[in-house]
């Protein structure tokens, strides 16, 4: 079964420092990795895609990388600002694509604060 | 280009009674999907469809069914709630389950008294 961990669960930094989200998966048969970004009271919003065939992709102060082999993906926010504030989640697939079973499973999140 | 829709917004309902929400994904999406969060649980999958056909369902009693129509406008019923179903539900679409970028819509958010 897929598990999905994330750390830290929360962060506050000042506003202007770059920081680093972790998202950790048991299994490492996926086929991508997809993080999110929720704010209080609201939907999911896609922040970036990564394929299984991808290390990295980037948009804007963000990027994010995959490494299957370890189980793990990490988020960098470069240069954080207070609308940076939201939890960020990250989610991989409940199973290898030839199971058909493409839903997703998803990481408890992190809690990111930037403080003015 | 309009977003995924869900409807209603917010919603109270009593212990044992039925309830069924309402989701329109984005124009030519085919795939939807369902999900619950909760402050305890987080995200929990519910059902995928894809063409009308249910694709996967998550580990839910059968009390939670969806379906899908021929537009891809997806709904899903909870019957006989129970205090422990009050959550935020989420639709999400994407152009098709093979892996592309999945959109969320604003959910909606139940609460069983």
């Known amino acids: 079964k897929q598990e999905v961990t994330q750390i830290p669960a929360a962060l506050s930094v000042p506003e202007g420092e770059n920081l680093v989200l972790n998202c950790s998966f048991t299994?490492?048969?996926?086929?991508?990795l997809q993080w999110f970004r929720q704010d209080p009271g609201k939907g999911l919003t896609s922040l970036l895609l990564?394929?299984?065939?991808?290390r990295e992709q980037t948009s804007g102060r963000l990027n994010a990388s995959l490494d299957k082999s370890s189980g793990r993906s990490t988020l960098y926010i470069a240069a954080s600002q207070p609308g940076d504030s939201a939890t960020y989640l990250c989610?991989?697939?409940?199973?290898?694509?030839?199971?058909?079973?493409?839903?997703?499973?998803f990481g408890s999140g992190t809690r990111l604060q930037v403080q003015p | 280009k309009a977003g995924v829709t869900q409807t209603p917004r917010y919603l109270i309902k009593t212990r044992g009674q039925q309830v069924t929400l309402s989701c329109s994904p984005i124009?030519?999406?085919?795939?939807v999907s369902w999900y619950q969060q909760t402050p305890g649980q987080g995200l929990q999958f519910l059902f995928e469809?894809?063409?009308?056909?249910?694709?996967n369902k998550g580990n839910f009693p059968g009390r939670f069914s969806g379906r899908q129509f021929s537009n891809s406008r997806s709904e899903m019923n909870v019957s006989t709630l129970e205090l422990g179903d009050s959550a935020l539900y989420l639709c999400?679409?994407?152009?098709?389950?093979?892996?592309?970028?999945?959109?969320f819509g604003e959910g909606s958010w139940l609460t069983v008294v």
């Open positions: 989610a991989v697939p409940l199973g290898p694509m030839d199971t058909g079973r493409r839903a997703l499973t």
């Open positions: 999400a679409s994407s152009l098709d389950p093979y892996g592309n970028t999945i959109y």
């Open positions: 990564i394929q299984s065939s991808q």
């Open positions: 469809y894809f063409s009308e056909t249910q694709r």
């Open positions: 124009s030519g999406h085919r795939s």
């Open positions: 299994d490492s048969a996926i086929y991508n």
